[in-house]
């Protein structure tokens, strides 16, 4: 009997897809692709629960490796979400798990799991309101990064040094109905350490950015492998075990004026950039942790 089929929630088409279907076959597992649109939960008047896909029922699949999810309602999220915790219940080994992408997917709650254990980050003021960002604004030293509090690959982040230019984004923040999500800006910019993790493993990159401070690839930056200090490696692991995380990166801001800070963590990552810097299939590595 062939093994189980391994099922990807997310995008079926791109570099990324292409990838993990490939380093599926090599392990010897056909992957599937399934829009989280397509959840549906059914509760039978027996009590039977099932969570099935345009691929088939959750259950029916060896593992489940959840990829990027699509904006939507916050009933569409919180839907999506908790059928990932009613397959987990049933036993559905699901990577990353509903709880690990509801802390990484949030920058706020990110950044306070991170500060629960006593790691730098950078200081950062969270409000609702176009007043109070202008006055965390003003506390900040009045040069900060402005992010959306969900988001990632660098979309939507800018920096704002000109307290009329803060206005106006907080303005149109406001009337978007978003969270104002305010950071110091951390000289030197434009240069930080990603730490990939998989499984039981931590890779290191250094990213530098050519044009302005942000490093993602997608945004023209550029990658190169690293051994990461035995520190860094600890730092990623504590990291991941506090946020169940089996999958995922973690990035370390450069600092003029001490030890690197803790930005963000990203539950679902790209490393098509990263990928570039080794000879070795990062892909292979991330199937064999889902099936671990």
């Known amino acids: 009997?062939?093994?189980?089929?391994?099922l990807a929630l997310g995008p079926a088409d791109g570099w990324h897809a292409d990838q993990l279907r490939t380093a599926a076959t090599k392990h010897g597992r056909?992957?599937?692709y399934a829009d989280y649109e397509t959840l549906t939960a059914r509760i039978d008047h027996h009590g039977r629960h099932c969570v099935t896909s345009s691929a088939g029922e959750l259950a029916d699949f060896a593992a489940v490796l959840c990829r990027t999810m699509p904006m939507g309602s916050m009933e569409q999220i919180l839907f999506r979400l908790a059928t990932l915790h009613a397959s987990i219940a049933a036993g559905v080994r699901i990577v990353n798990s509903p709880q690990t992408l509801e802390l990484a997917i949030?920058?706020?709650?990110?950044?306070?799991?991170?500060?629960?254990?006593?790691?730098?980050?950078?200081?950062?003021?969270?409000?609702?309101?176009?007043?109070?960002?202008?006055?965390a604004f003003a506390s900040l030293g009045g040069d900060v990064v402005v992010k959306p509090i969900f988001g990632g690959e660098g979309r939507g982040v800018m920096r704002v040094r000109d307290e009329q230019l803060a206005w106006t984004t907080f303005s149109t923040l406001q009337q978007l109905s978003s969270v104002l999500y305010v950071q110091r800006f951390i000289p030197p910019?434009?240069?930080?350490?990603?730490?990939?993790?998989?499984?039981d493993e931590v890779f290191g990159v250094r990213r530098s950015a050519t044009t302005g401070f942000r490093t993602n690839v997608a945004n023209g930056g550029k990658c190169d492998a690293i051994e990461l200090p035995p520190e860094q490696i600890l730092l990623a692991k504590n990291i991941a075990a506090r946020m169940?995380?089996?999958?995922?990166s973690i990035d370390l801001l450069d600092n003029d004026d001490g030890p690197p800070l803790v930005v963000e963590v990203n539950g679902v990552p790209g490393w098509k950039g990263a990928q570039s810097c080794f000879a070795f299939n990062l892909a292979e590595k991330m199937i064999a942790a889902v099936l671990a």
């Open 244 to 248: 169940e995380l089996s999958i995922g």
């Open 106 to 135: 949030d920058k706020y709650a990110t950044l306070a799991v991170v500060a629960s254990l006593d790691l730098p980050v950078p200081e950062t003021i969270i409000v609702q309101s176009r007043g109070e960002a202008m006055r």
């Open 30 to 32: 056909d992957l599937q």
């Open 189 to 199: 910019g434009g240069h930080d350490t990603r730490l990939l993790v998989i499984g």
């Open 1 to 6: 009997m062939s093994p189980r089929p391994l």
